[in-house]
């Protein structure tokens, strides 16, 4: 017990099995062994321990990990968290030395760095799966540079794009994830060994030793805050929320669009689900997981936030509760990560119902109007035009490449009879080459930028 000597009873057996975070705070044992290596050389720059201690206390820590990694832990009834285990461990082999391995050291900066150390390489790796995934949406949006689709507004057909413009969309929103998975890898990258359990100590440690053993970027200002703030955890479930929410939206378009009343794309059998009781299902299941998933990760940013708020510095026990919604958040937006990944590659795509969509439904009148701009006409009045040769058409279900001299003059004055040619979907998409547009020439340029993001995260 790391705390007995001030009690003249030991703690009741339900205390300790109803305090104890050991199942899932020993996620953290790498990164608790890697702290108390530094904390070691902190504690030999300060005269506190014998440098020849080093060695047999690295061997003793580099089995504890490797037992951890294959499994084979032994974890005992009084081992209450990740960090009495190990100290546990380490008196038990090394005696003397490892008595005195907690010098000058708390579990509250103790946790702070295992949690700071586990959230910068979480964030590497989200941001890596996030640029994964913008890559097979570049790798996707090449192919169909030119296949046309509708886009939408309110869920109802707006304007033709193409599916490439429309996979550089979902592309440039993940790309932002990335850059924010870094930020919240910097954020992380901050060292508060030394800081105690909220004031530091007298024994003249100096933290820049455990920082640049660690390979943080910064070194804590104020002890207290050192060991209460959580604002990095709160910045990587941001990031993982928002992620989530982004990776939602496109598992709702691969249901809408792989769905009958859509018939837009189809998903490879092995990336399709089927039916207990109807024989003919196809079902997007991954999809729509990816979209329920989300949900989840809103509730742990949430539930992290509300443990944290009105707790009063330095240290509380609530803060315990830090660790498993910062778990459960990353495992499961890696896993939505990769799940999307392997969707977008595994679509193919009924141009022929594409292309019919995105001439259908009148997506030529924001071109029409804009026509009538380019000869003078008001836009406002130019819009009132196209809204009567849109109505003038729907009454007789005709094109735009139907409309009559007299329909086209009765919408608007101004109005040519070439304005017929608007109707072609594929030439509105090429007029549209202006910056962030659908043209081929412009998502191209799209892909190169997404490409370049993703190569520069490193």
Known sequence: MLWGGRFDHSPHSDLLRLSASIEFDQRLLPQDVAATKAHARTLVAAGLLASDALREL????????????????????????????????????????????????SRNDLVATDLRLWCKSAALELAAAAGAAVSALCDRAEEHLDTLMPGYTHLQRAQPVTVGFHFCAHGFALARDAGRFMAARDAASTSVLGAGALAGATLALDPDVAARELGFDAVFDNAMDAVSDRDFACELLFACALCCVHLSRLGEEIVLWTSSEFSFARLADAWSTGSSMMPQKRNPDLAELVRGRAGRSLGDLMGLMGVLKGLPLAYDRDLQEDKEPVFSSVDRTMSCLEAVSHLVRALSFDEDVLAQAAGGSATWATDVAEALVRRGVPFREAHEGAGRLVAALERRGASLAEATPEELQAAHSRLEEGDRALGDPGARVAARSGRGGPAPSEVARQIAALRAAVGALG
């Open 58 to 105: 690295d061997d003793c820590l580099d089995e504890l990990a490797s037992e951890h990694a294959a499994g084979t832990l032994e974890i005992r009834a009084e081992d209450e968290d990740v960090h009495s285990l190990v100290e546990r461990r380490l008196t038990e082999q090394l005696g003397e030395t490892g008595r005195r391995i907690h010098a000058g050291r």
